[in-house]
Antibody
Framework: EVQLVESGGGLVQPGRSLRLSCTTS????????MSWVRQAPGKGLEWVGF??????????GYAASVEGRFTISRDDFRSIAYLQMDSLKTEDTAVYHC??????????WGQGTLVTVSP | QSALTQPASVSGSPGQSITISCTGT?????????VSWYQHQPGKAPKFMIY???KRPSGVSDRFSGSKSGNTASLTISGLQAEDEADYYC???????????FGTGTKVTVL
């Protein structure tokens, strides 16, 4: 069974950092691009960023709202995707989902991990 | 890049058909046949429903169908069922810019 499990969320003060992990199983992780999508309380889904597989150059793309503050990486040996979040703002408070990308869409989703940025 | 525009809510009676629109611009929806749709029910992870405008992943009911005309994509749910109550989001991939943009989301209510 294909599974994505996010971890690393929690309460953090503005300006601080947090790293989320997406531990995967059930598929050949290195063959797929991975992505992060978030949902702020009471708001809609917002794409955060993605990282292509090494076969496609490992290209990374970010939403304008997080570019320069967030960094996506991957460990193909451990089948884990990461989201490093620096200089966090209160508006980054959200549930963060990791996704697998297939057909240029998000075909598998994790349950998400809650990040709360508050003084 | 602005969010794609969806109606805030759509409702219908069981058995009816409803259509959710997703309006973008010539630089996103209008330029690429890379629109996908997701169903999000409370407490669950979003579910992948449609990709490349009108293709259904394995396991998704054929009551769900997608289409596109110009800068507007649409999701139609036919034979509406109580279990279809959820929030629905469209998403467009801008392949030339390595960028994704979601729609504003539509709450579907089954009366």
């Amino acid at each position: 069974e294909v599974q994505l499990v996010e971890s690393g969320g929690g309460l953090v003060q503005p300006g601080r950092s947090l790293r989320l992990s997406c531990t995967t199983s059930g598929f050949t992780f290195g063959d797929y691009a991975m992505s992060w999508v978030r949902q702020a309380p009471g708001k809609g889904l917002e794409w955060v960023g993605f990282i292509r597989s090494k076969a496609y150059g490992g290209t990374i793309g970010y939403a304008a709202s997080v570019e320069g503050r967030f960094t996506i990486s991957r460990d193909d040996f451990r089948s884990i995707a990461y989201l490093q979040m620096d200089s966090l703002k209160t508006e980054d408070t959200a549930v963060y989902h990791c996704n697998r990308i297939r057909y240029n869409a998000f075909d598998i989703w994790g349950q998400g991990t809650l990040v709360t940025v508050s003084p | 890049q602005s969010a794609l525009t969806q109606p805030a809510s759509v409702s219908g009676s069981p058995g009816q058909s409803i259509t959710i629109s997703c309006t973008g611009t010539s630089t996103d929806v209008g330029s690429y046949n890379l629109v996908s749709w997701y169903q999000h029910q409370p407490g669950k992870a979003p579910k992948f429903m449609i990709y490349e405008v009108n293709k259904r992943p394995s396991g998704v009911s054929d009551r769900f169908s997608g289409s596109k005309s110009g800068n507007t994509a649409s999701l139609t749910i036919s034979g509406l069922q109580a279990e279809d109550e959820a929030d629905y989001y469209c998403c467009s991939y801008l392949s030339g810019r390595n960028y994704y943009v979601f729609g504003t989301g539509t709450k579907v209510t089954v009366l």
